[in-house]
């Protein structure tokens, strides 16, 4: 049964740090895309990042470039993102999601992607 996991999120105050980790339980990591995404309170989900097969794709968000950044461990099955300086606009749920596709593609288009994680909760709060 394919699954992702995600974990690593928590509470964290202004211009701290965290990584979040996305596991890819039931598949071949290698195969898939890997997005991450948001969604804040009263808001609609937006892509945060995204990175292809073969890493050599790489999409951010501008709210976000320069503050995070993704990469991926096909060995071990993880897809990671370390989150730098984050701000209270970077509060919500995260969510990563898997989608098949060639090995030098990736987009944040939440309709691209089959498979998705459960989320876990990002606060950022002082």
């Known amino acids: 049964q394919l699954q992702l996991v995600e974990s690593g999120g928590g509470l964290v105050q202004p211009g701290g740090s965290l990584r979040l980790s996305c596991y890819a339980s039931g598949f071949t990591l290698e195969n898939y895309s890997i997005g991450w995404f948001r969604q804040a309170p009263g808001k609609e989900r937006e892509g945060v990042s995204c990175?292809?097969?073969?890493?050599?794709?790489?999409i951010y968000a501008d709210s976000v470039k320069g503050r995070f950044t993704i990469s991926r461990d096909n060995a071990a099955k993880t897809v990671y993102l370390q989150m730098n300086d984050l701000k209270p606009e970077d509060t919500g749920l995260y969510y990563c999601?898997?989608?098949?596709?060639?090995?030098?593609?990736?987009?944040?288009?939440?309709?691209?992607?089959?498979?998705w994680g459960q989320g876990m909760q990002v606060t950022v709060s002082s």
């Open positions: 990175i292809s097969p073969s890493s050599r794709k790489i």
């Open positions: 999601a898997a989608d098949a596709t060639g090995s030098h593609y990736c987009g944040v288009i939440l309709y691209e992607y089959e498979y």
